[in-house]
DNA sequence: GCGACAG
DNA sequence: ATCTTGTCGC
């Protein structure tokens, strides 16, 4: 079991690090990407399934995917979900026989209490360019800026609320792409008739029946 | 103390 | 996330 307390401080330190450099994240153009991954978890009994689905980044089609078992070592805490499910999902992204370009996750990046969500921890343990893109808001204030409902935390623009076929998505900074791309590579992986993104769609889709 | 609270 | 009945609407 992890304590709670020592993984709150953890977040905090590396939160400000990663707010610190965000200006630094570059701007990714789609042209840039050659693979694309969305994750996921779901549950089974007292086990945590972590999925990676591999997406050709232009067509988003998808290429092949894995997946890890792992025992949770923690409850679900608000804030603490990377806890959690990162290391099933690190794990499976692990097995997948090409290193993905960019990860979408299926929950908040700096939108979060310590700017240290999900997304972001699992594109700083793997050193990748991430997304976070949740169903529900956790962190942050909704500010009309430019035309655009921005997600604002930490004093800093770090998401966007996206609408899309009636329900509202929570996109936010993972880690090492700027909020622009983010949003911009977002949009491009919506789809009419899809709630989610191509990525985490197809990762839920997998994710769901394995929980069976 | 009260309410909020990703998956 | 997962467990679950009925109900509303195309």
């Known amino acids: ?103 979408v996750v299926d929950g908040h990046g700096l939108s979060h209490p310590r700017a240290f969500g999900i997304a972001t921890h699992i594109g700083l343990v793997l050193k990748r360019a991430s997304i976070g893109v949740a169903k529900k808001p956790l962190y942050g204030e909704v500010k009309l800026i430019d035309g655009r409902e921005l997600i604002v935390a930490h004093g800093r623009a770090v998401g966007a609320l996206i609408r899309h076929g009636g329900a509202r998505l929570y996109v936010s900074i993972g880690y090492g792409v700027s909020l622009r791309s983010s949003i911009k590579l977002v949009e491009f992986m919506l789809k009419p008739g899809v709630k989610l993104p191509i990525p985490t769609h197809e990762a839920d889709n997998i994710s769901r029946k394995l929980s069976l």
């Open 1 to 103: 079991m992890i304590d709670v307390e020592r993984a709150k401080r953890l977040q905090k330190l590396l939160g400000e690090r990663a707010l610190r450099e965000l200006e630094e994240y570059p701007d990714i153009d789609l042209s840039e990407l050659t693979y694309v991954s969305g994750v996921d978890a779901s549950y089974s009994g007292n086990e945590v399934i972590g999925v990676a689905v591999l997406l050709d980044a232009l067509s988003l089609k998808l290429i092949t995917y894995s997946t890890s078992r792992k025992k949770p070592q923690i409850p679900y805490i608000p804030g603490l979900l990377a806890f959690r499910e990162a290391p099933a999902i690190i794990s499976a992204l692990a097995k997948l026989p090409e290193k993905p370009d960019l990860i």
